[in-house]
């Protein structure tokens, strides 16, 4: 369980291949992932052989797709009883702002889990497609200041 002192959490988390370690935004990995640790810097080598190591091609959401995302992140929202503040579904990655007593890792786990149901329900991607990286981004919002700040941003940026 988390501190009653967080408000709620910014999520995001990116479609498979698209976001790799090296990338020229930068990235994180296991060994890199403090709060208000620097990001790794671009490293075109090793962008490189992380995406020879993929096993298929980078996902890209179609407009169809973004769609059922959201509808699944709102299902899974509403099912656990968690307080869903702004959801943006982009075509390489997914932005949520949510309240809830949950650790956010299952939080972001239970939203891939079910978008990728839905899309496969759906017809939009094969039973052995990876949507997903591994992991995502967990930002603790501490204050209602916070929460309206992340919103405008998942809802504007």
Not at 11 to 23: A, I, R, S, V
Not at 48 to 73: C, G, M, S, W, Y
Request: net charge neutral; charged share 30%.
């Amino acid at each position: 369980m988390m501190p009653n002192e967080v408000v709620a959490f910014l999520l995001t988390f990116t479609c498979y291949g698209t976001w790799l370690h090296g990338d020229t935004r930068g990235s994180v990995d296991k060994n890199h992932n403090q709060f208000g640790e620097e990001i790794l810097p671009e490293d075109v080598e090793k962008e490189r052989n992380d995406f020879t190591r993929l096993k298929h091609r980078p996902v890209t959401l179609t407009v169809d797709q973004r769609h059922i995302v959201t509808e699944a992140i709102r299902e899974v929202c509403r099912y656990r009883n968690w307080i869903l503040s702004e959801v943006n579904v982009r075509t390489n990655h997914v932005h949520v702002v949510v309240s809830a007593t949950m650790e956010p890792k299952k939080m972001i786990g239970d939203f891939k889990s079910y978008a990728t149901r839905r899309l496969r329900e759906a017809g939009l991607i094969g039973e052995e497609d990876k949507m997903w990286t591994r992991g995502g981004s967990r930002r603790y919002l501490w204050d209602d200041d916070a929460v309206k700040a992340a919103s405008r941003y998942v809802r504007e940026q």
